[in-house]
């Protein structure tokens, strides 16, 4: 049963068996046909809006890209605990159930998914990006990425998004469209399901007499557990506290697995890692409406005209956001 080994930090792991290869290849159908069937159930139907700084705005114009960045960078440290949590929660009771019923197999497998620097391991071996868009002149939006009002907010079509991704592609090779969840409840399901699908590939492959509890067992774990942090990744940084909800966030996402990445990644000035995703953005019928902030300097909407005629799009409307207090 045991073939050649390979070193993963200080313990040797025998390497997969051709069944139980195929056991987790399942895995990787179910998350594949999982987060393609999102995508396209997420993809917008209506306009949406990306808020960002005059800066970030020209960027975005000129190179017609949107950068996605390294959710392990992102401005707010916590955002991805919440999401997180609930699924080690989720693996708590899994554990427990396992030490009450004396399960060796599933404490071997829990047992490094409860370490506290599980994320830290997670992020040694992939990187997930991210970029966010929102609905029309939200005022938190304005003061979270459009420079405290000051900014601006690019309005995208929904066909923009509609042939993001290439044909029939692994999720690994994917940019996936995501909208945020918000409160606990649909995210503890997403996990769950995630979660309840790799134990039952454990369970089959110990009722099948493939894997035992000793070492040859380790090689089935640690590849199950590595395929179901990645959609539990995912569903946490598609999840906020319900105080959110009122955002109505769509996520462009994309992963990198770091030992073999298909995406370039660049790195900013300040060490932060990126991908570069290409958009159309001055293809005539691309962008809704450009909007800036209420607090923006007085000539900005003829600076947003100016640079429109520059690149080509002059026709976009152009409007200001309004004041929190003219919206109520």
């Known amino acids: 049963m045991i073939k050649r080994t390979n070193?993963?930090?200080?313990?040797t792991i025998p390497r997969l068996t051709n069944e139980l290869r195929n056991l987790t290849r399942r895995y990787e159908?179910?998350?594949n046909r999982w987060a393609t069937d999102q995508d396209a159930h997420d993809k917008p139907n209506a306009?949406?809006?990306h808020y960002t700084s005059w800066d970030g705005f020209r960027g975005i114009m000129q190179s017609e890209s949107f950068w996605l960045h390294s959710i392990f960078c992102m401005n707010d440290k916590t955002e991805l605990d919440y999401g997180w949590n609930i699924s080690r929660d989720l693996l708590l009771q899994r554990n427990l159930a396992a030490h009450l019923s004396s399960d060796e197999l599933v404490k071997v497998f829990c047992a490094p998914q409860l370490a506290a620097d599980r994320r830290l391991w997670l992020r040694q071996r992939f990187d997930f990006y991210s970029i966010s868009f929102g609905v029309r002149d939200d005022d938190r939006q304005w003061c979270t990425y459009g420079d405290k009002r000051?900014?601006?907010a690019v309005g995208l079509k929904p066909h923009l998004f509609s042939n993001v991704s290439k044909p029939a592609p692994a999720p690994e090779d994917k940019v996936y469209m995501a909208r945020v969840l918000y409160g606990s409840s649909e995210c503890t399901e997403r996990h769950r399901l995630a979660i309840?699908?790799?134990f039952s590939i454990l369970e089959e492959a110990r009722q099948r007499g493939l894997v035992r509890t000793d070492a040859s067992g380790l090689a089935l774990v640690r590849t199950v557990a590595t395929l179901m942090n990645v959609p539990l990744i995912w569903n946490s940084v598609t999840t906020k506290c319900a105080t959110w909800r009122h955002e109505k966030e769509l996520r462009m996402l994309a992963t990198n697995d770091l030992t073999r990445p298909h995406l370039p990644i660049r790195r900013r000035d300040d060490?932060?890692?990126?991908i570069v995703i290409p958009m159309p953005l001055r293809?005539?019928?691309s962008i809704s409406e450009i909007m800036v902030g209420a607090d923006a300097d007085g000539s900005a909407e003829n600076e947003v005209r100016r640079l429109l005629n520059k690149w080509g799009v002059p026709d976009v409307p152009v409007n200001r956001g309004t004041t929190p207090s003219l919206r109520r």
Not at 7 to 11: I, M, P, Q, R, S
Not at 271 to 274: F, K
Request: glycine letters at 20%; hydrophobic letters at 40%; proline letters at 4%.
């Open 7 to 11: 070193l993963v930090g200080n313990h």
């Open 29 to 31: 159908g179910w998350w």
């Open 47 to 49: 306009p949406v809006f």
């Open 150 to 152: 000051r900014g601006v």
């Open 196 to 198: 309840d699908f790799a």
């Open 271 to 274: 060490g932060r890692s990126y």
């Open 283 to 285: 293809r005539i019928g």
